[in-house]
C-alpha cells in the first residue's frame, strides 16, 4: 500500500459555477495541516471542507473503470482526490480506520457524497449516478497527527476499527438501503455502534431513506 500520487487544486470557473474539484497541481511532497493540505483550495465550503473532511483520497484502482466509462485518460486528481491511494479500496477501507504515512495519522472519517459537478465537470450526464451506484466514491479522512507527506511513502494501518464497515457497505447503505440490508442485516448495528466517528447526518440520512423520507429530488439531476 502507497500513496501513488499526491495533488492540490485551485479554484476554477465553469460555466454557472466555481469549483476547485480536478486537482492538478502535483507534488512530491505536501505540509499537512488539522483541515487539510497546505494550499489546497476549497470552492463550496458548505459542502466540502473542515474537520471531517479535511483530505479526500480515492483509489488508483477505480481509475480504469471510470476511463472505460468516460472513454478518455484520466489523470490522478481528476476525480477530485488529492491522495490516489495503491492497494486500499472502498471495499477494504472502513470508517474509523486510522493510516500513517510518513509522520501524518488519518482516521477515515466518511465516504464522499457525489454531486451533480463531477457529470458537468467531466462532460458526461450520468457520471455522478454511476459513481452513487458503484459506490466507488472515495473517502474523506480526518486529521489526528500533522506533517508531511511524501509521493511513493508506504501507508500503515495503525487501526482497523472493530466494527467493520467499509466505504463500499455504507454506500450501499445509503443508495440502496433496503436491498442491503436484506442481504446484510447487521449493517445497522455496525452504523449505530460507529457513534461520533462517522458525522450525525449519515445516520439522519440513511433512516429517512429506509422510511421514504429522503428528499431525492436532486438525485434525480445526477
Known amino acids: 500500500m502507497r500513496l501513488q500520487s499526491l495533488q492540490i487544486g485551485y479554484i476554477k470557473d465553469y460555466r454557472d459555477f466555481k469549483s476547485a474539484f480536478i486537482k492538478d497541481i502535483y507534488l512530491n511532497y505536501a505540509k499537512v495541516e488539522t483541515l487539510g493540505i497546505k494550499e489546497n483550495e476549497i470552492a463550496d465550503n458548505k459542502h466540502h471542507g473542515g474537520i471531517n473532511k479535511a483530505i479526500f483520497a480515492n483509489s488508483c484502482e477505480n481509475y480504469p473503470i471510470w476511463e472505460k466509462l468516460l472513454n478518455k485518460k484520466l489523470n490522478f486528481g481528476m476525480m477530485g482526490e488529492n491522495l490516489s491511494l495503491q492497494g486500499l479500496h472502498e471495499s477494504n477501507v472502513c470508517v474509523g480506520d486510522i493510516h500513517k504515512i510518513d509522520n501524518v495519522i488519518l482516521q477515515v472519517s466518511e465516504p464522499r457524497k457525489p454531486c451533480i459537478k463531477i457529470s458537468l465537470i467531466h462532460h458526461f450526464k450520468g457520471f455522478t449516478q454511476e459513481i452513487f451506484k458503484s459506490g466507488l466514491s472515495g473517502w ?47 449493517l445497522l448495528t455496525k452504523l449505530a455502534n460507529l457513534d461520533t466517528l462517522l458525522a450525525p447526518n449519515w445516520h ?15 438525485m434525480q439531476k445526477l
Open 204 to 218: 439522519e440520512c440513511i433512516q429517512k431513506r429506509l422510511n421514504n423520507t429522503y428528499d431525492t429530488s436532486y
Open 140 to 186: 474523506y479522512y480526518r486529521v489526528l497527527e500533522t506533517g508531511e507527506l511524501h509521493t511513493q511513502s508506504k501507508i500503515t494501518i495503525l487501526e482497523r476499527n472493530k466494527e467493520n464497515l467499509s466505504i463500499l457497505e455504507l454506500n450501499s447503505l445509503f443508495f440502496n438501503p433496503k436491498n442491503t440490508l436484506k442481504q446484510n442485516p447487521n
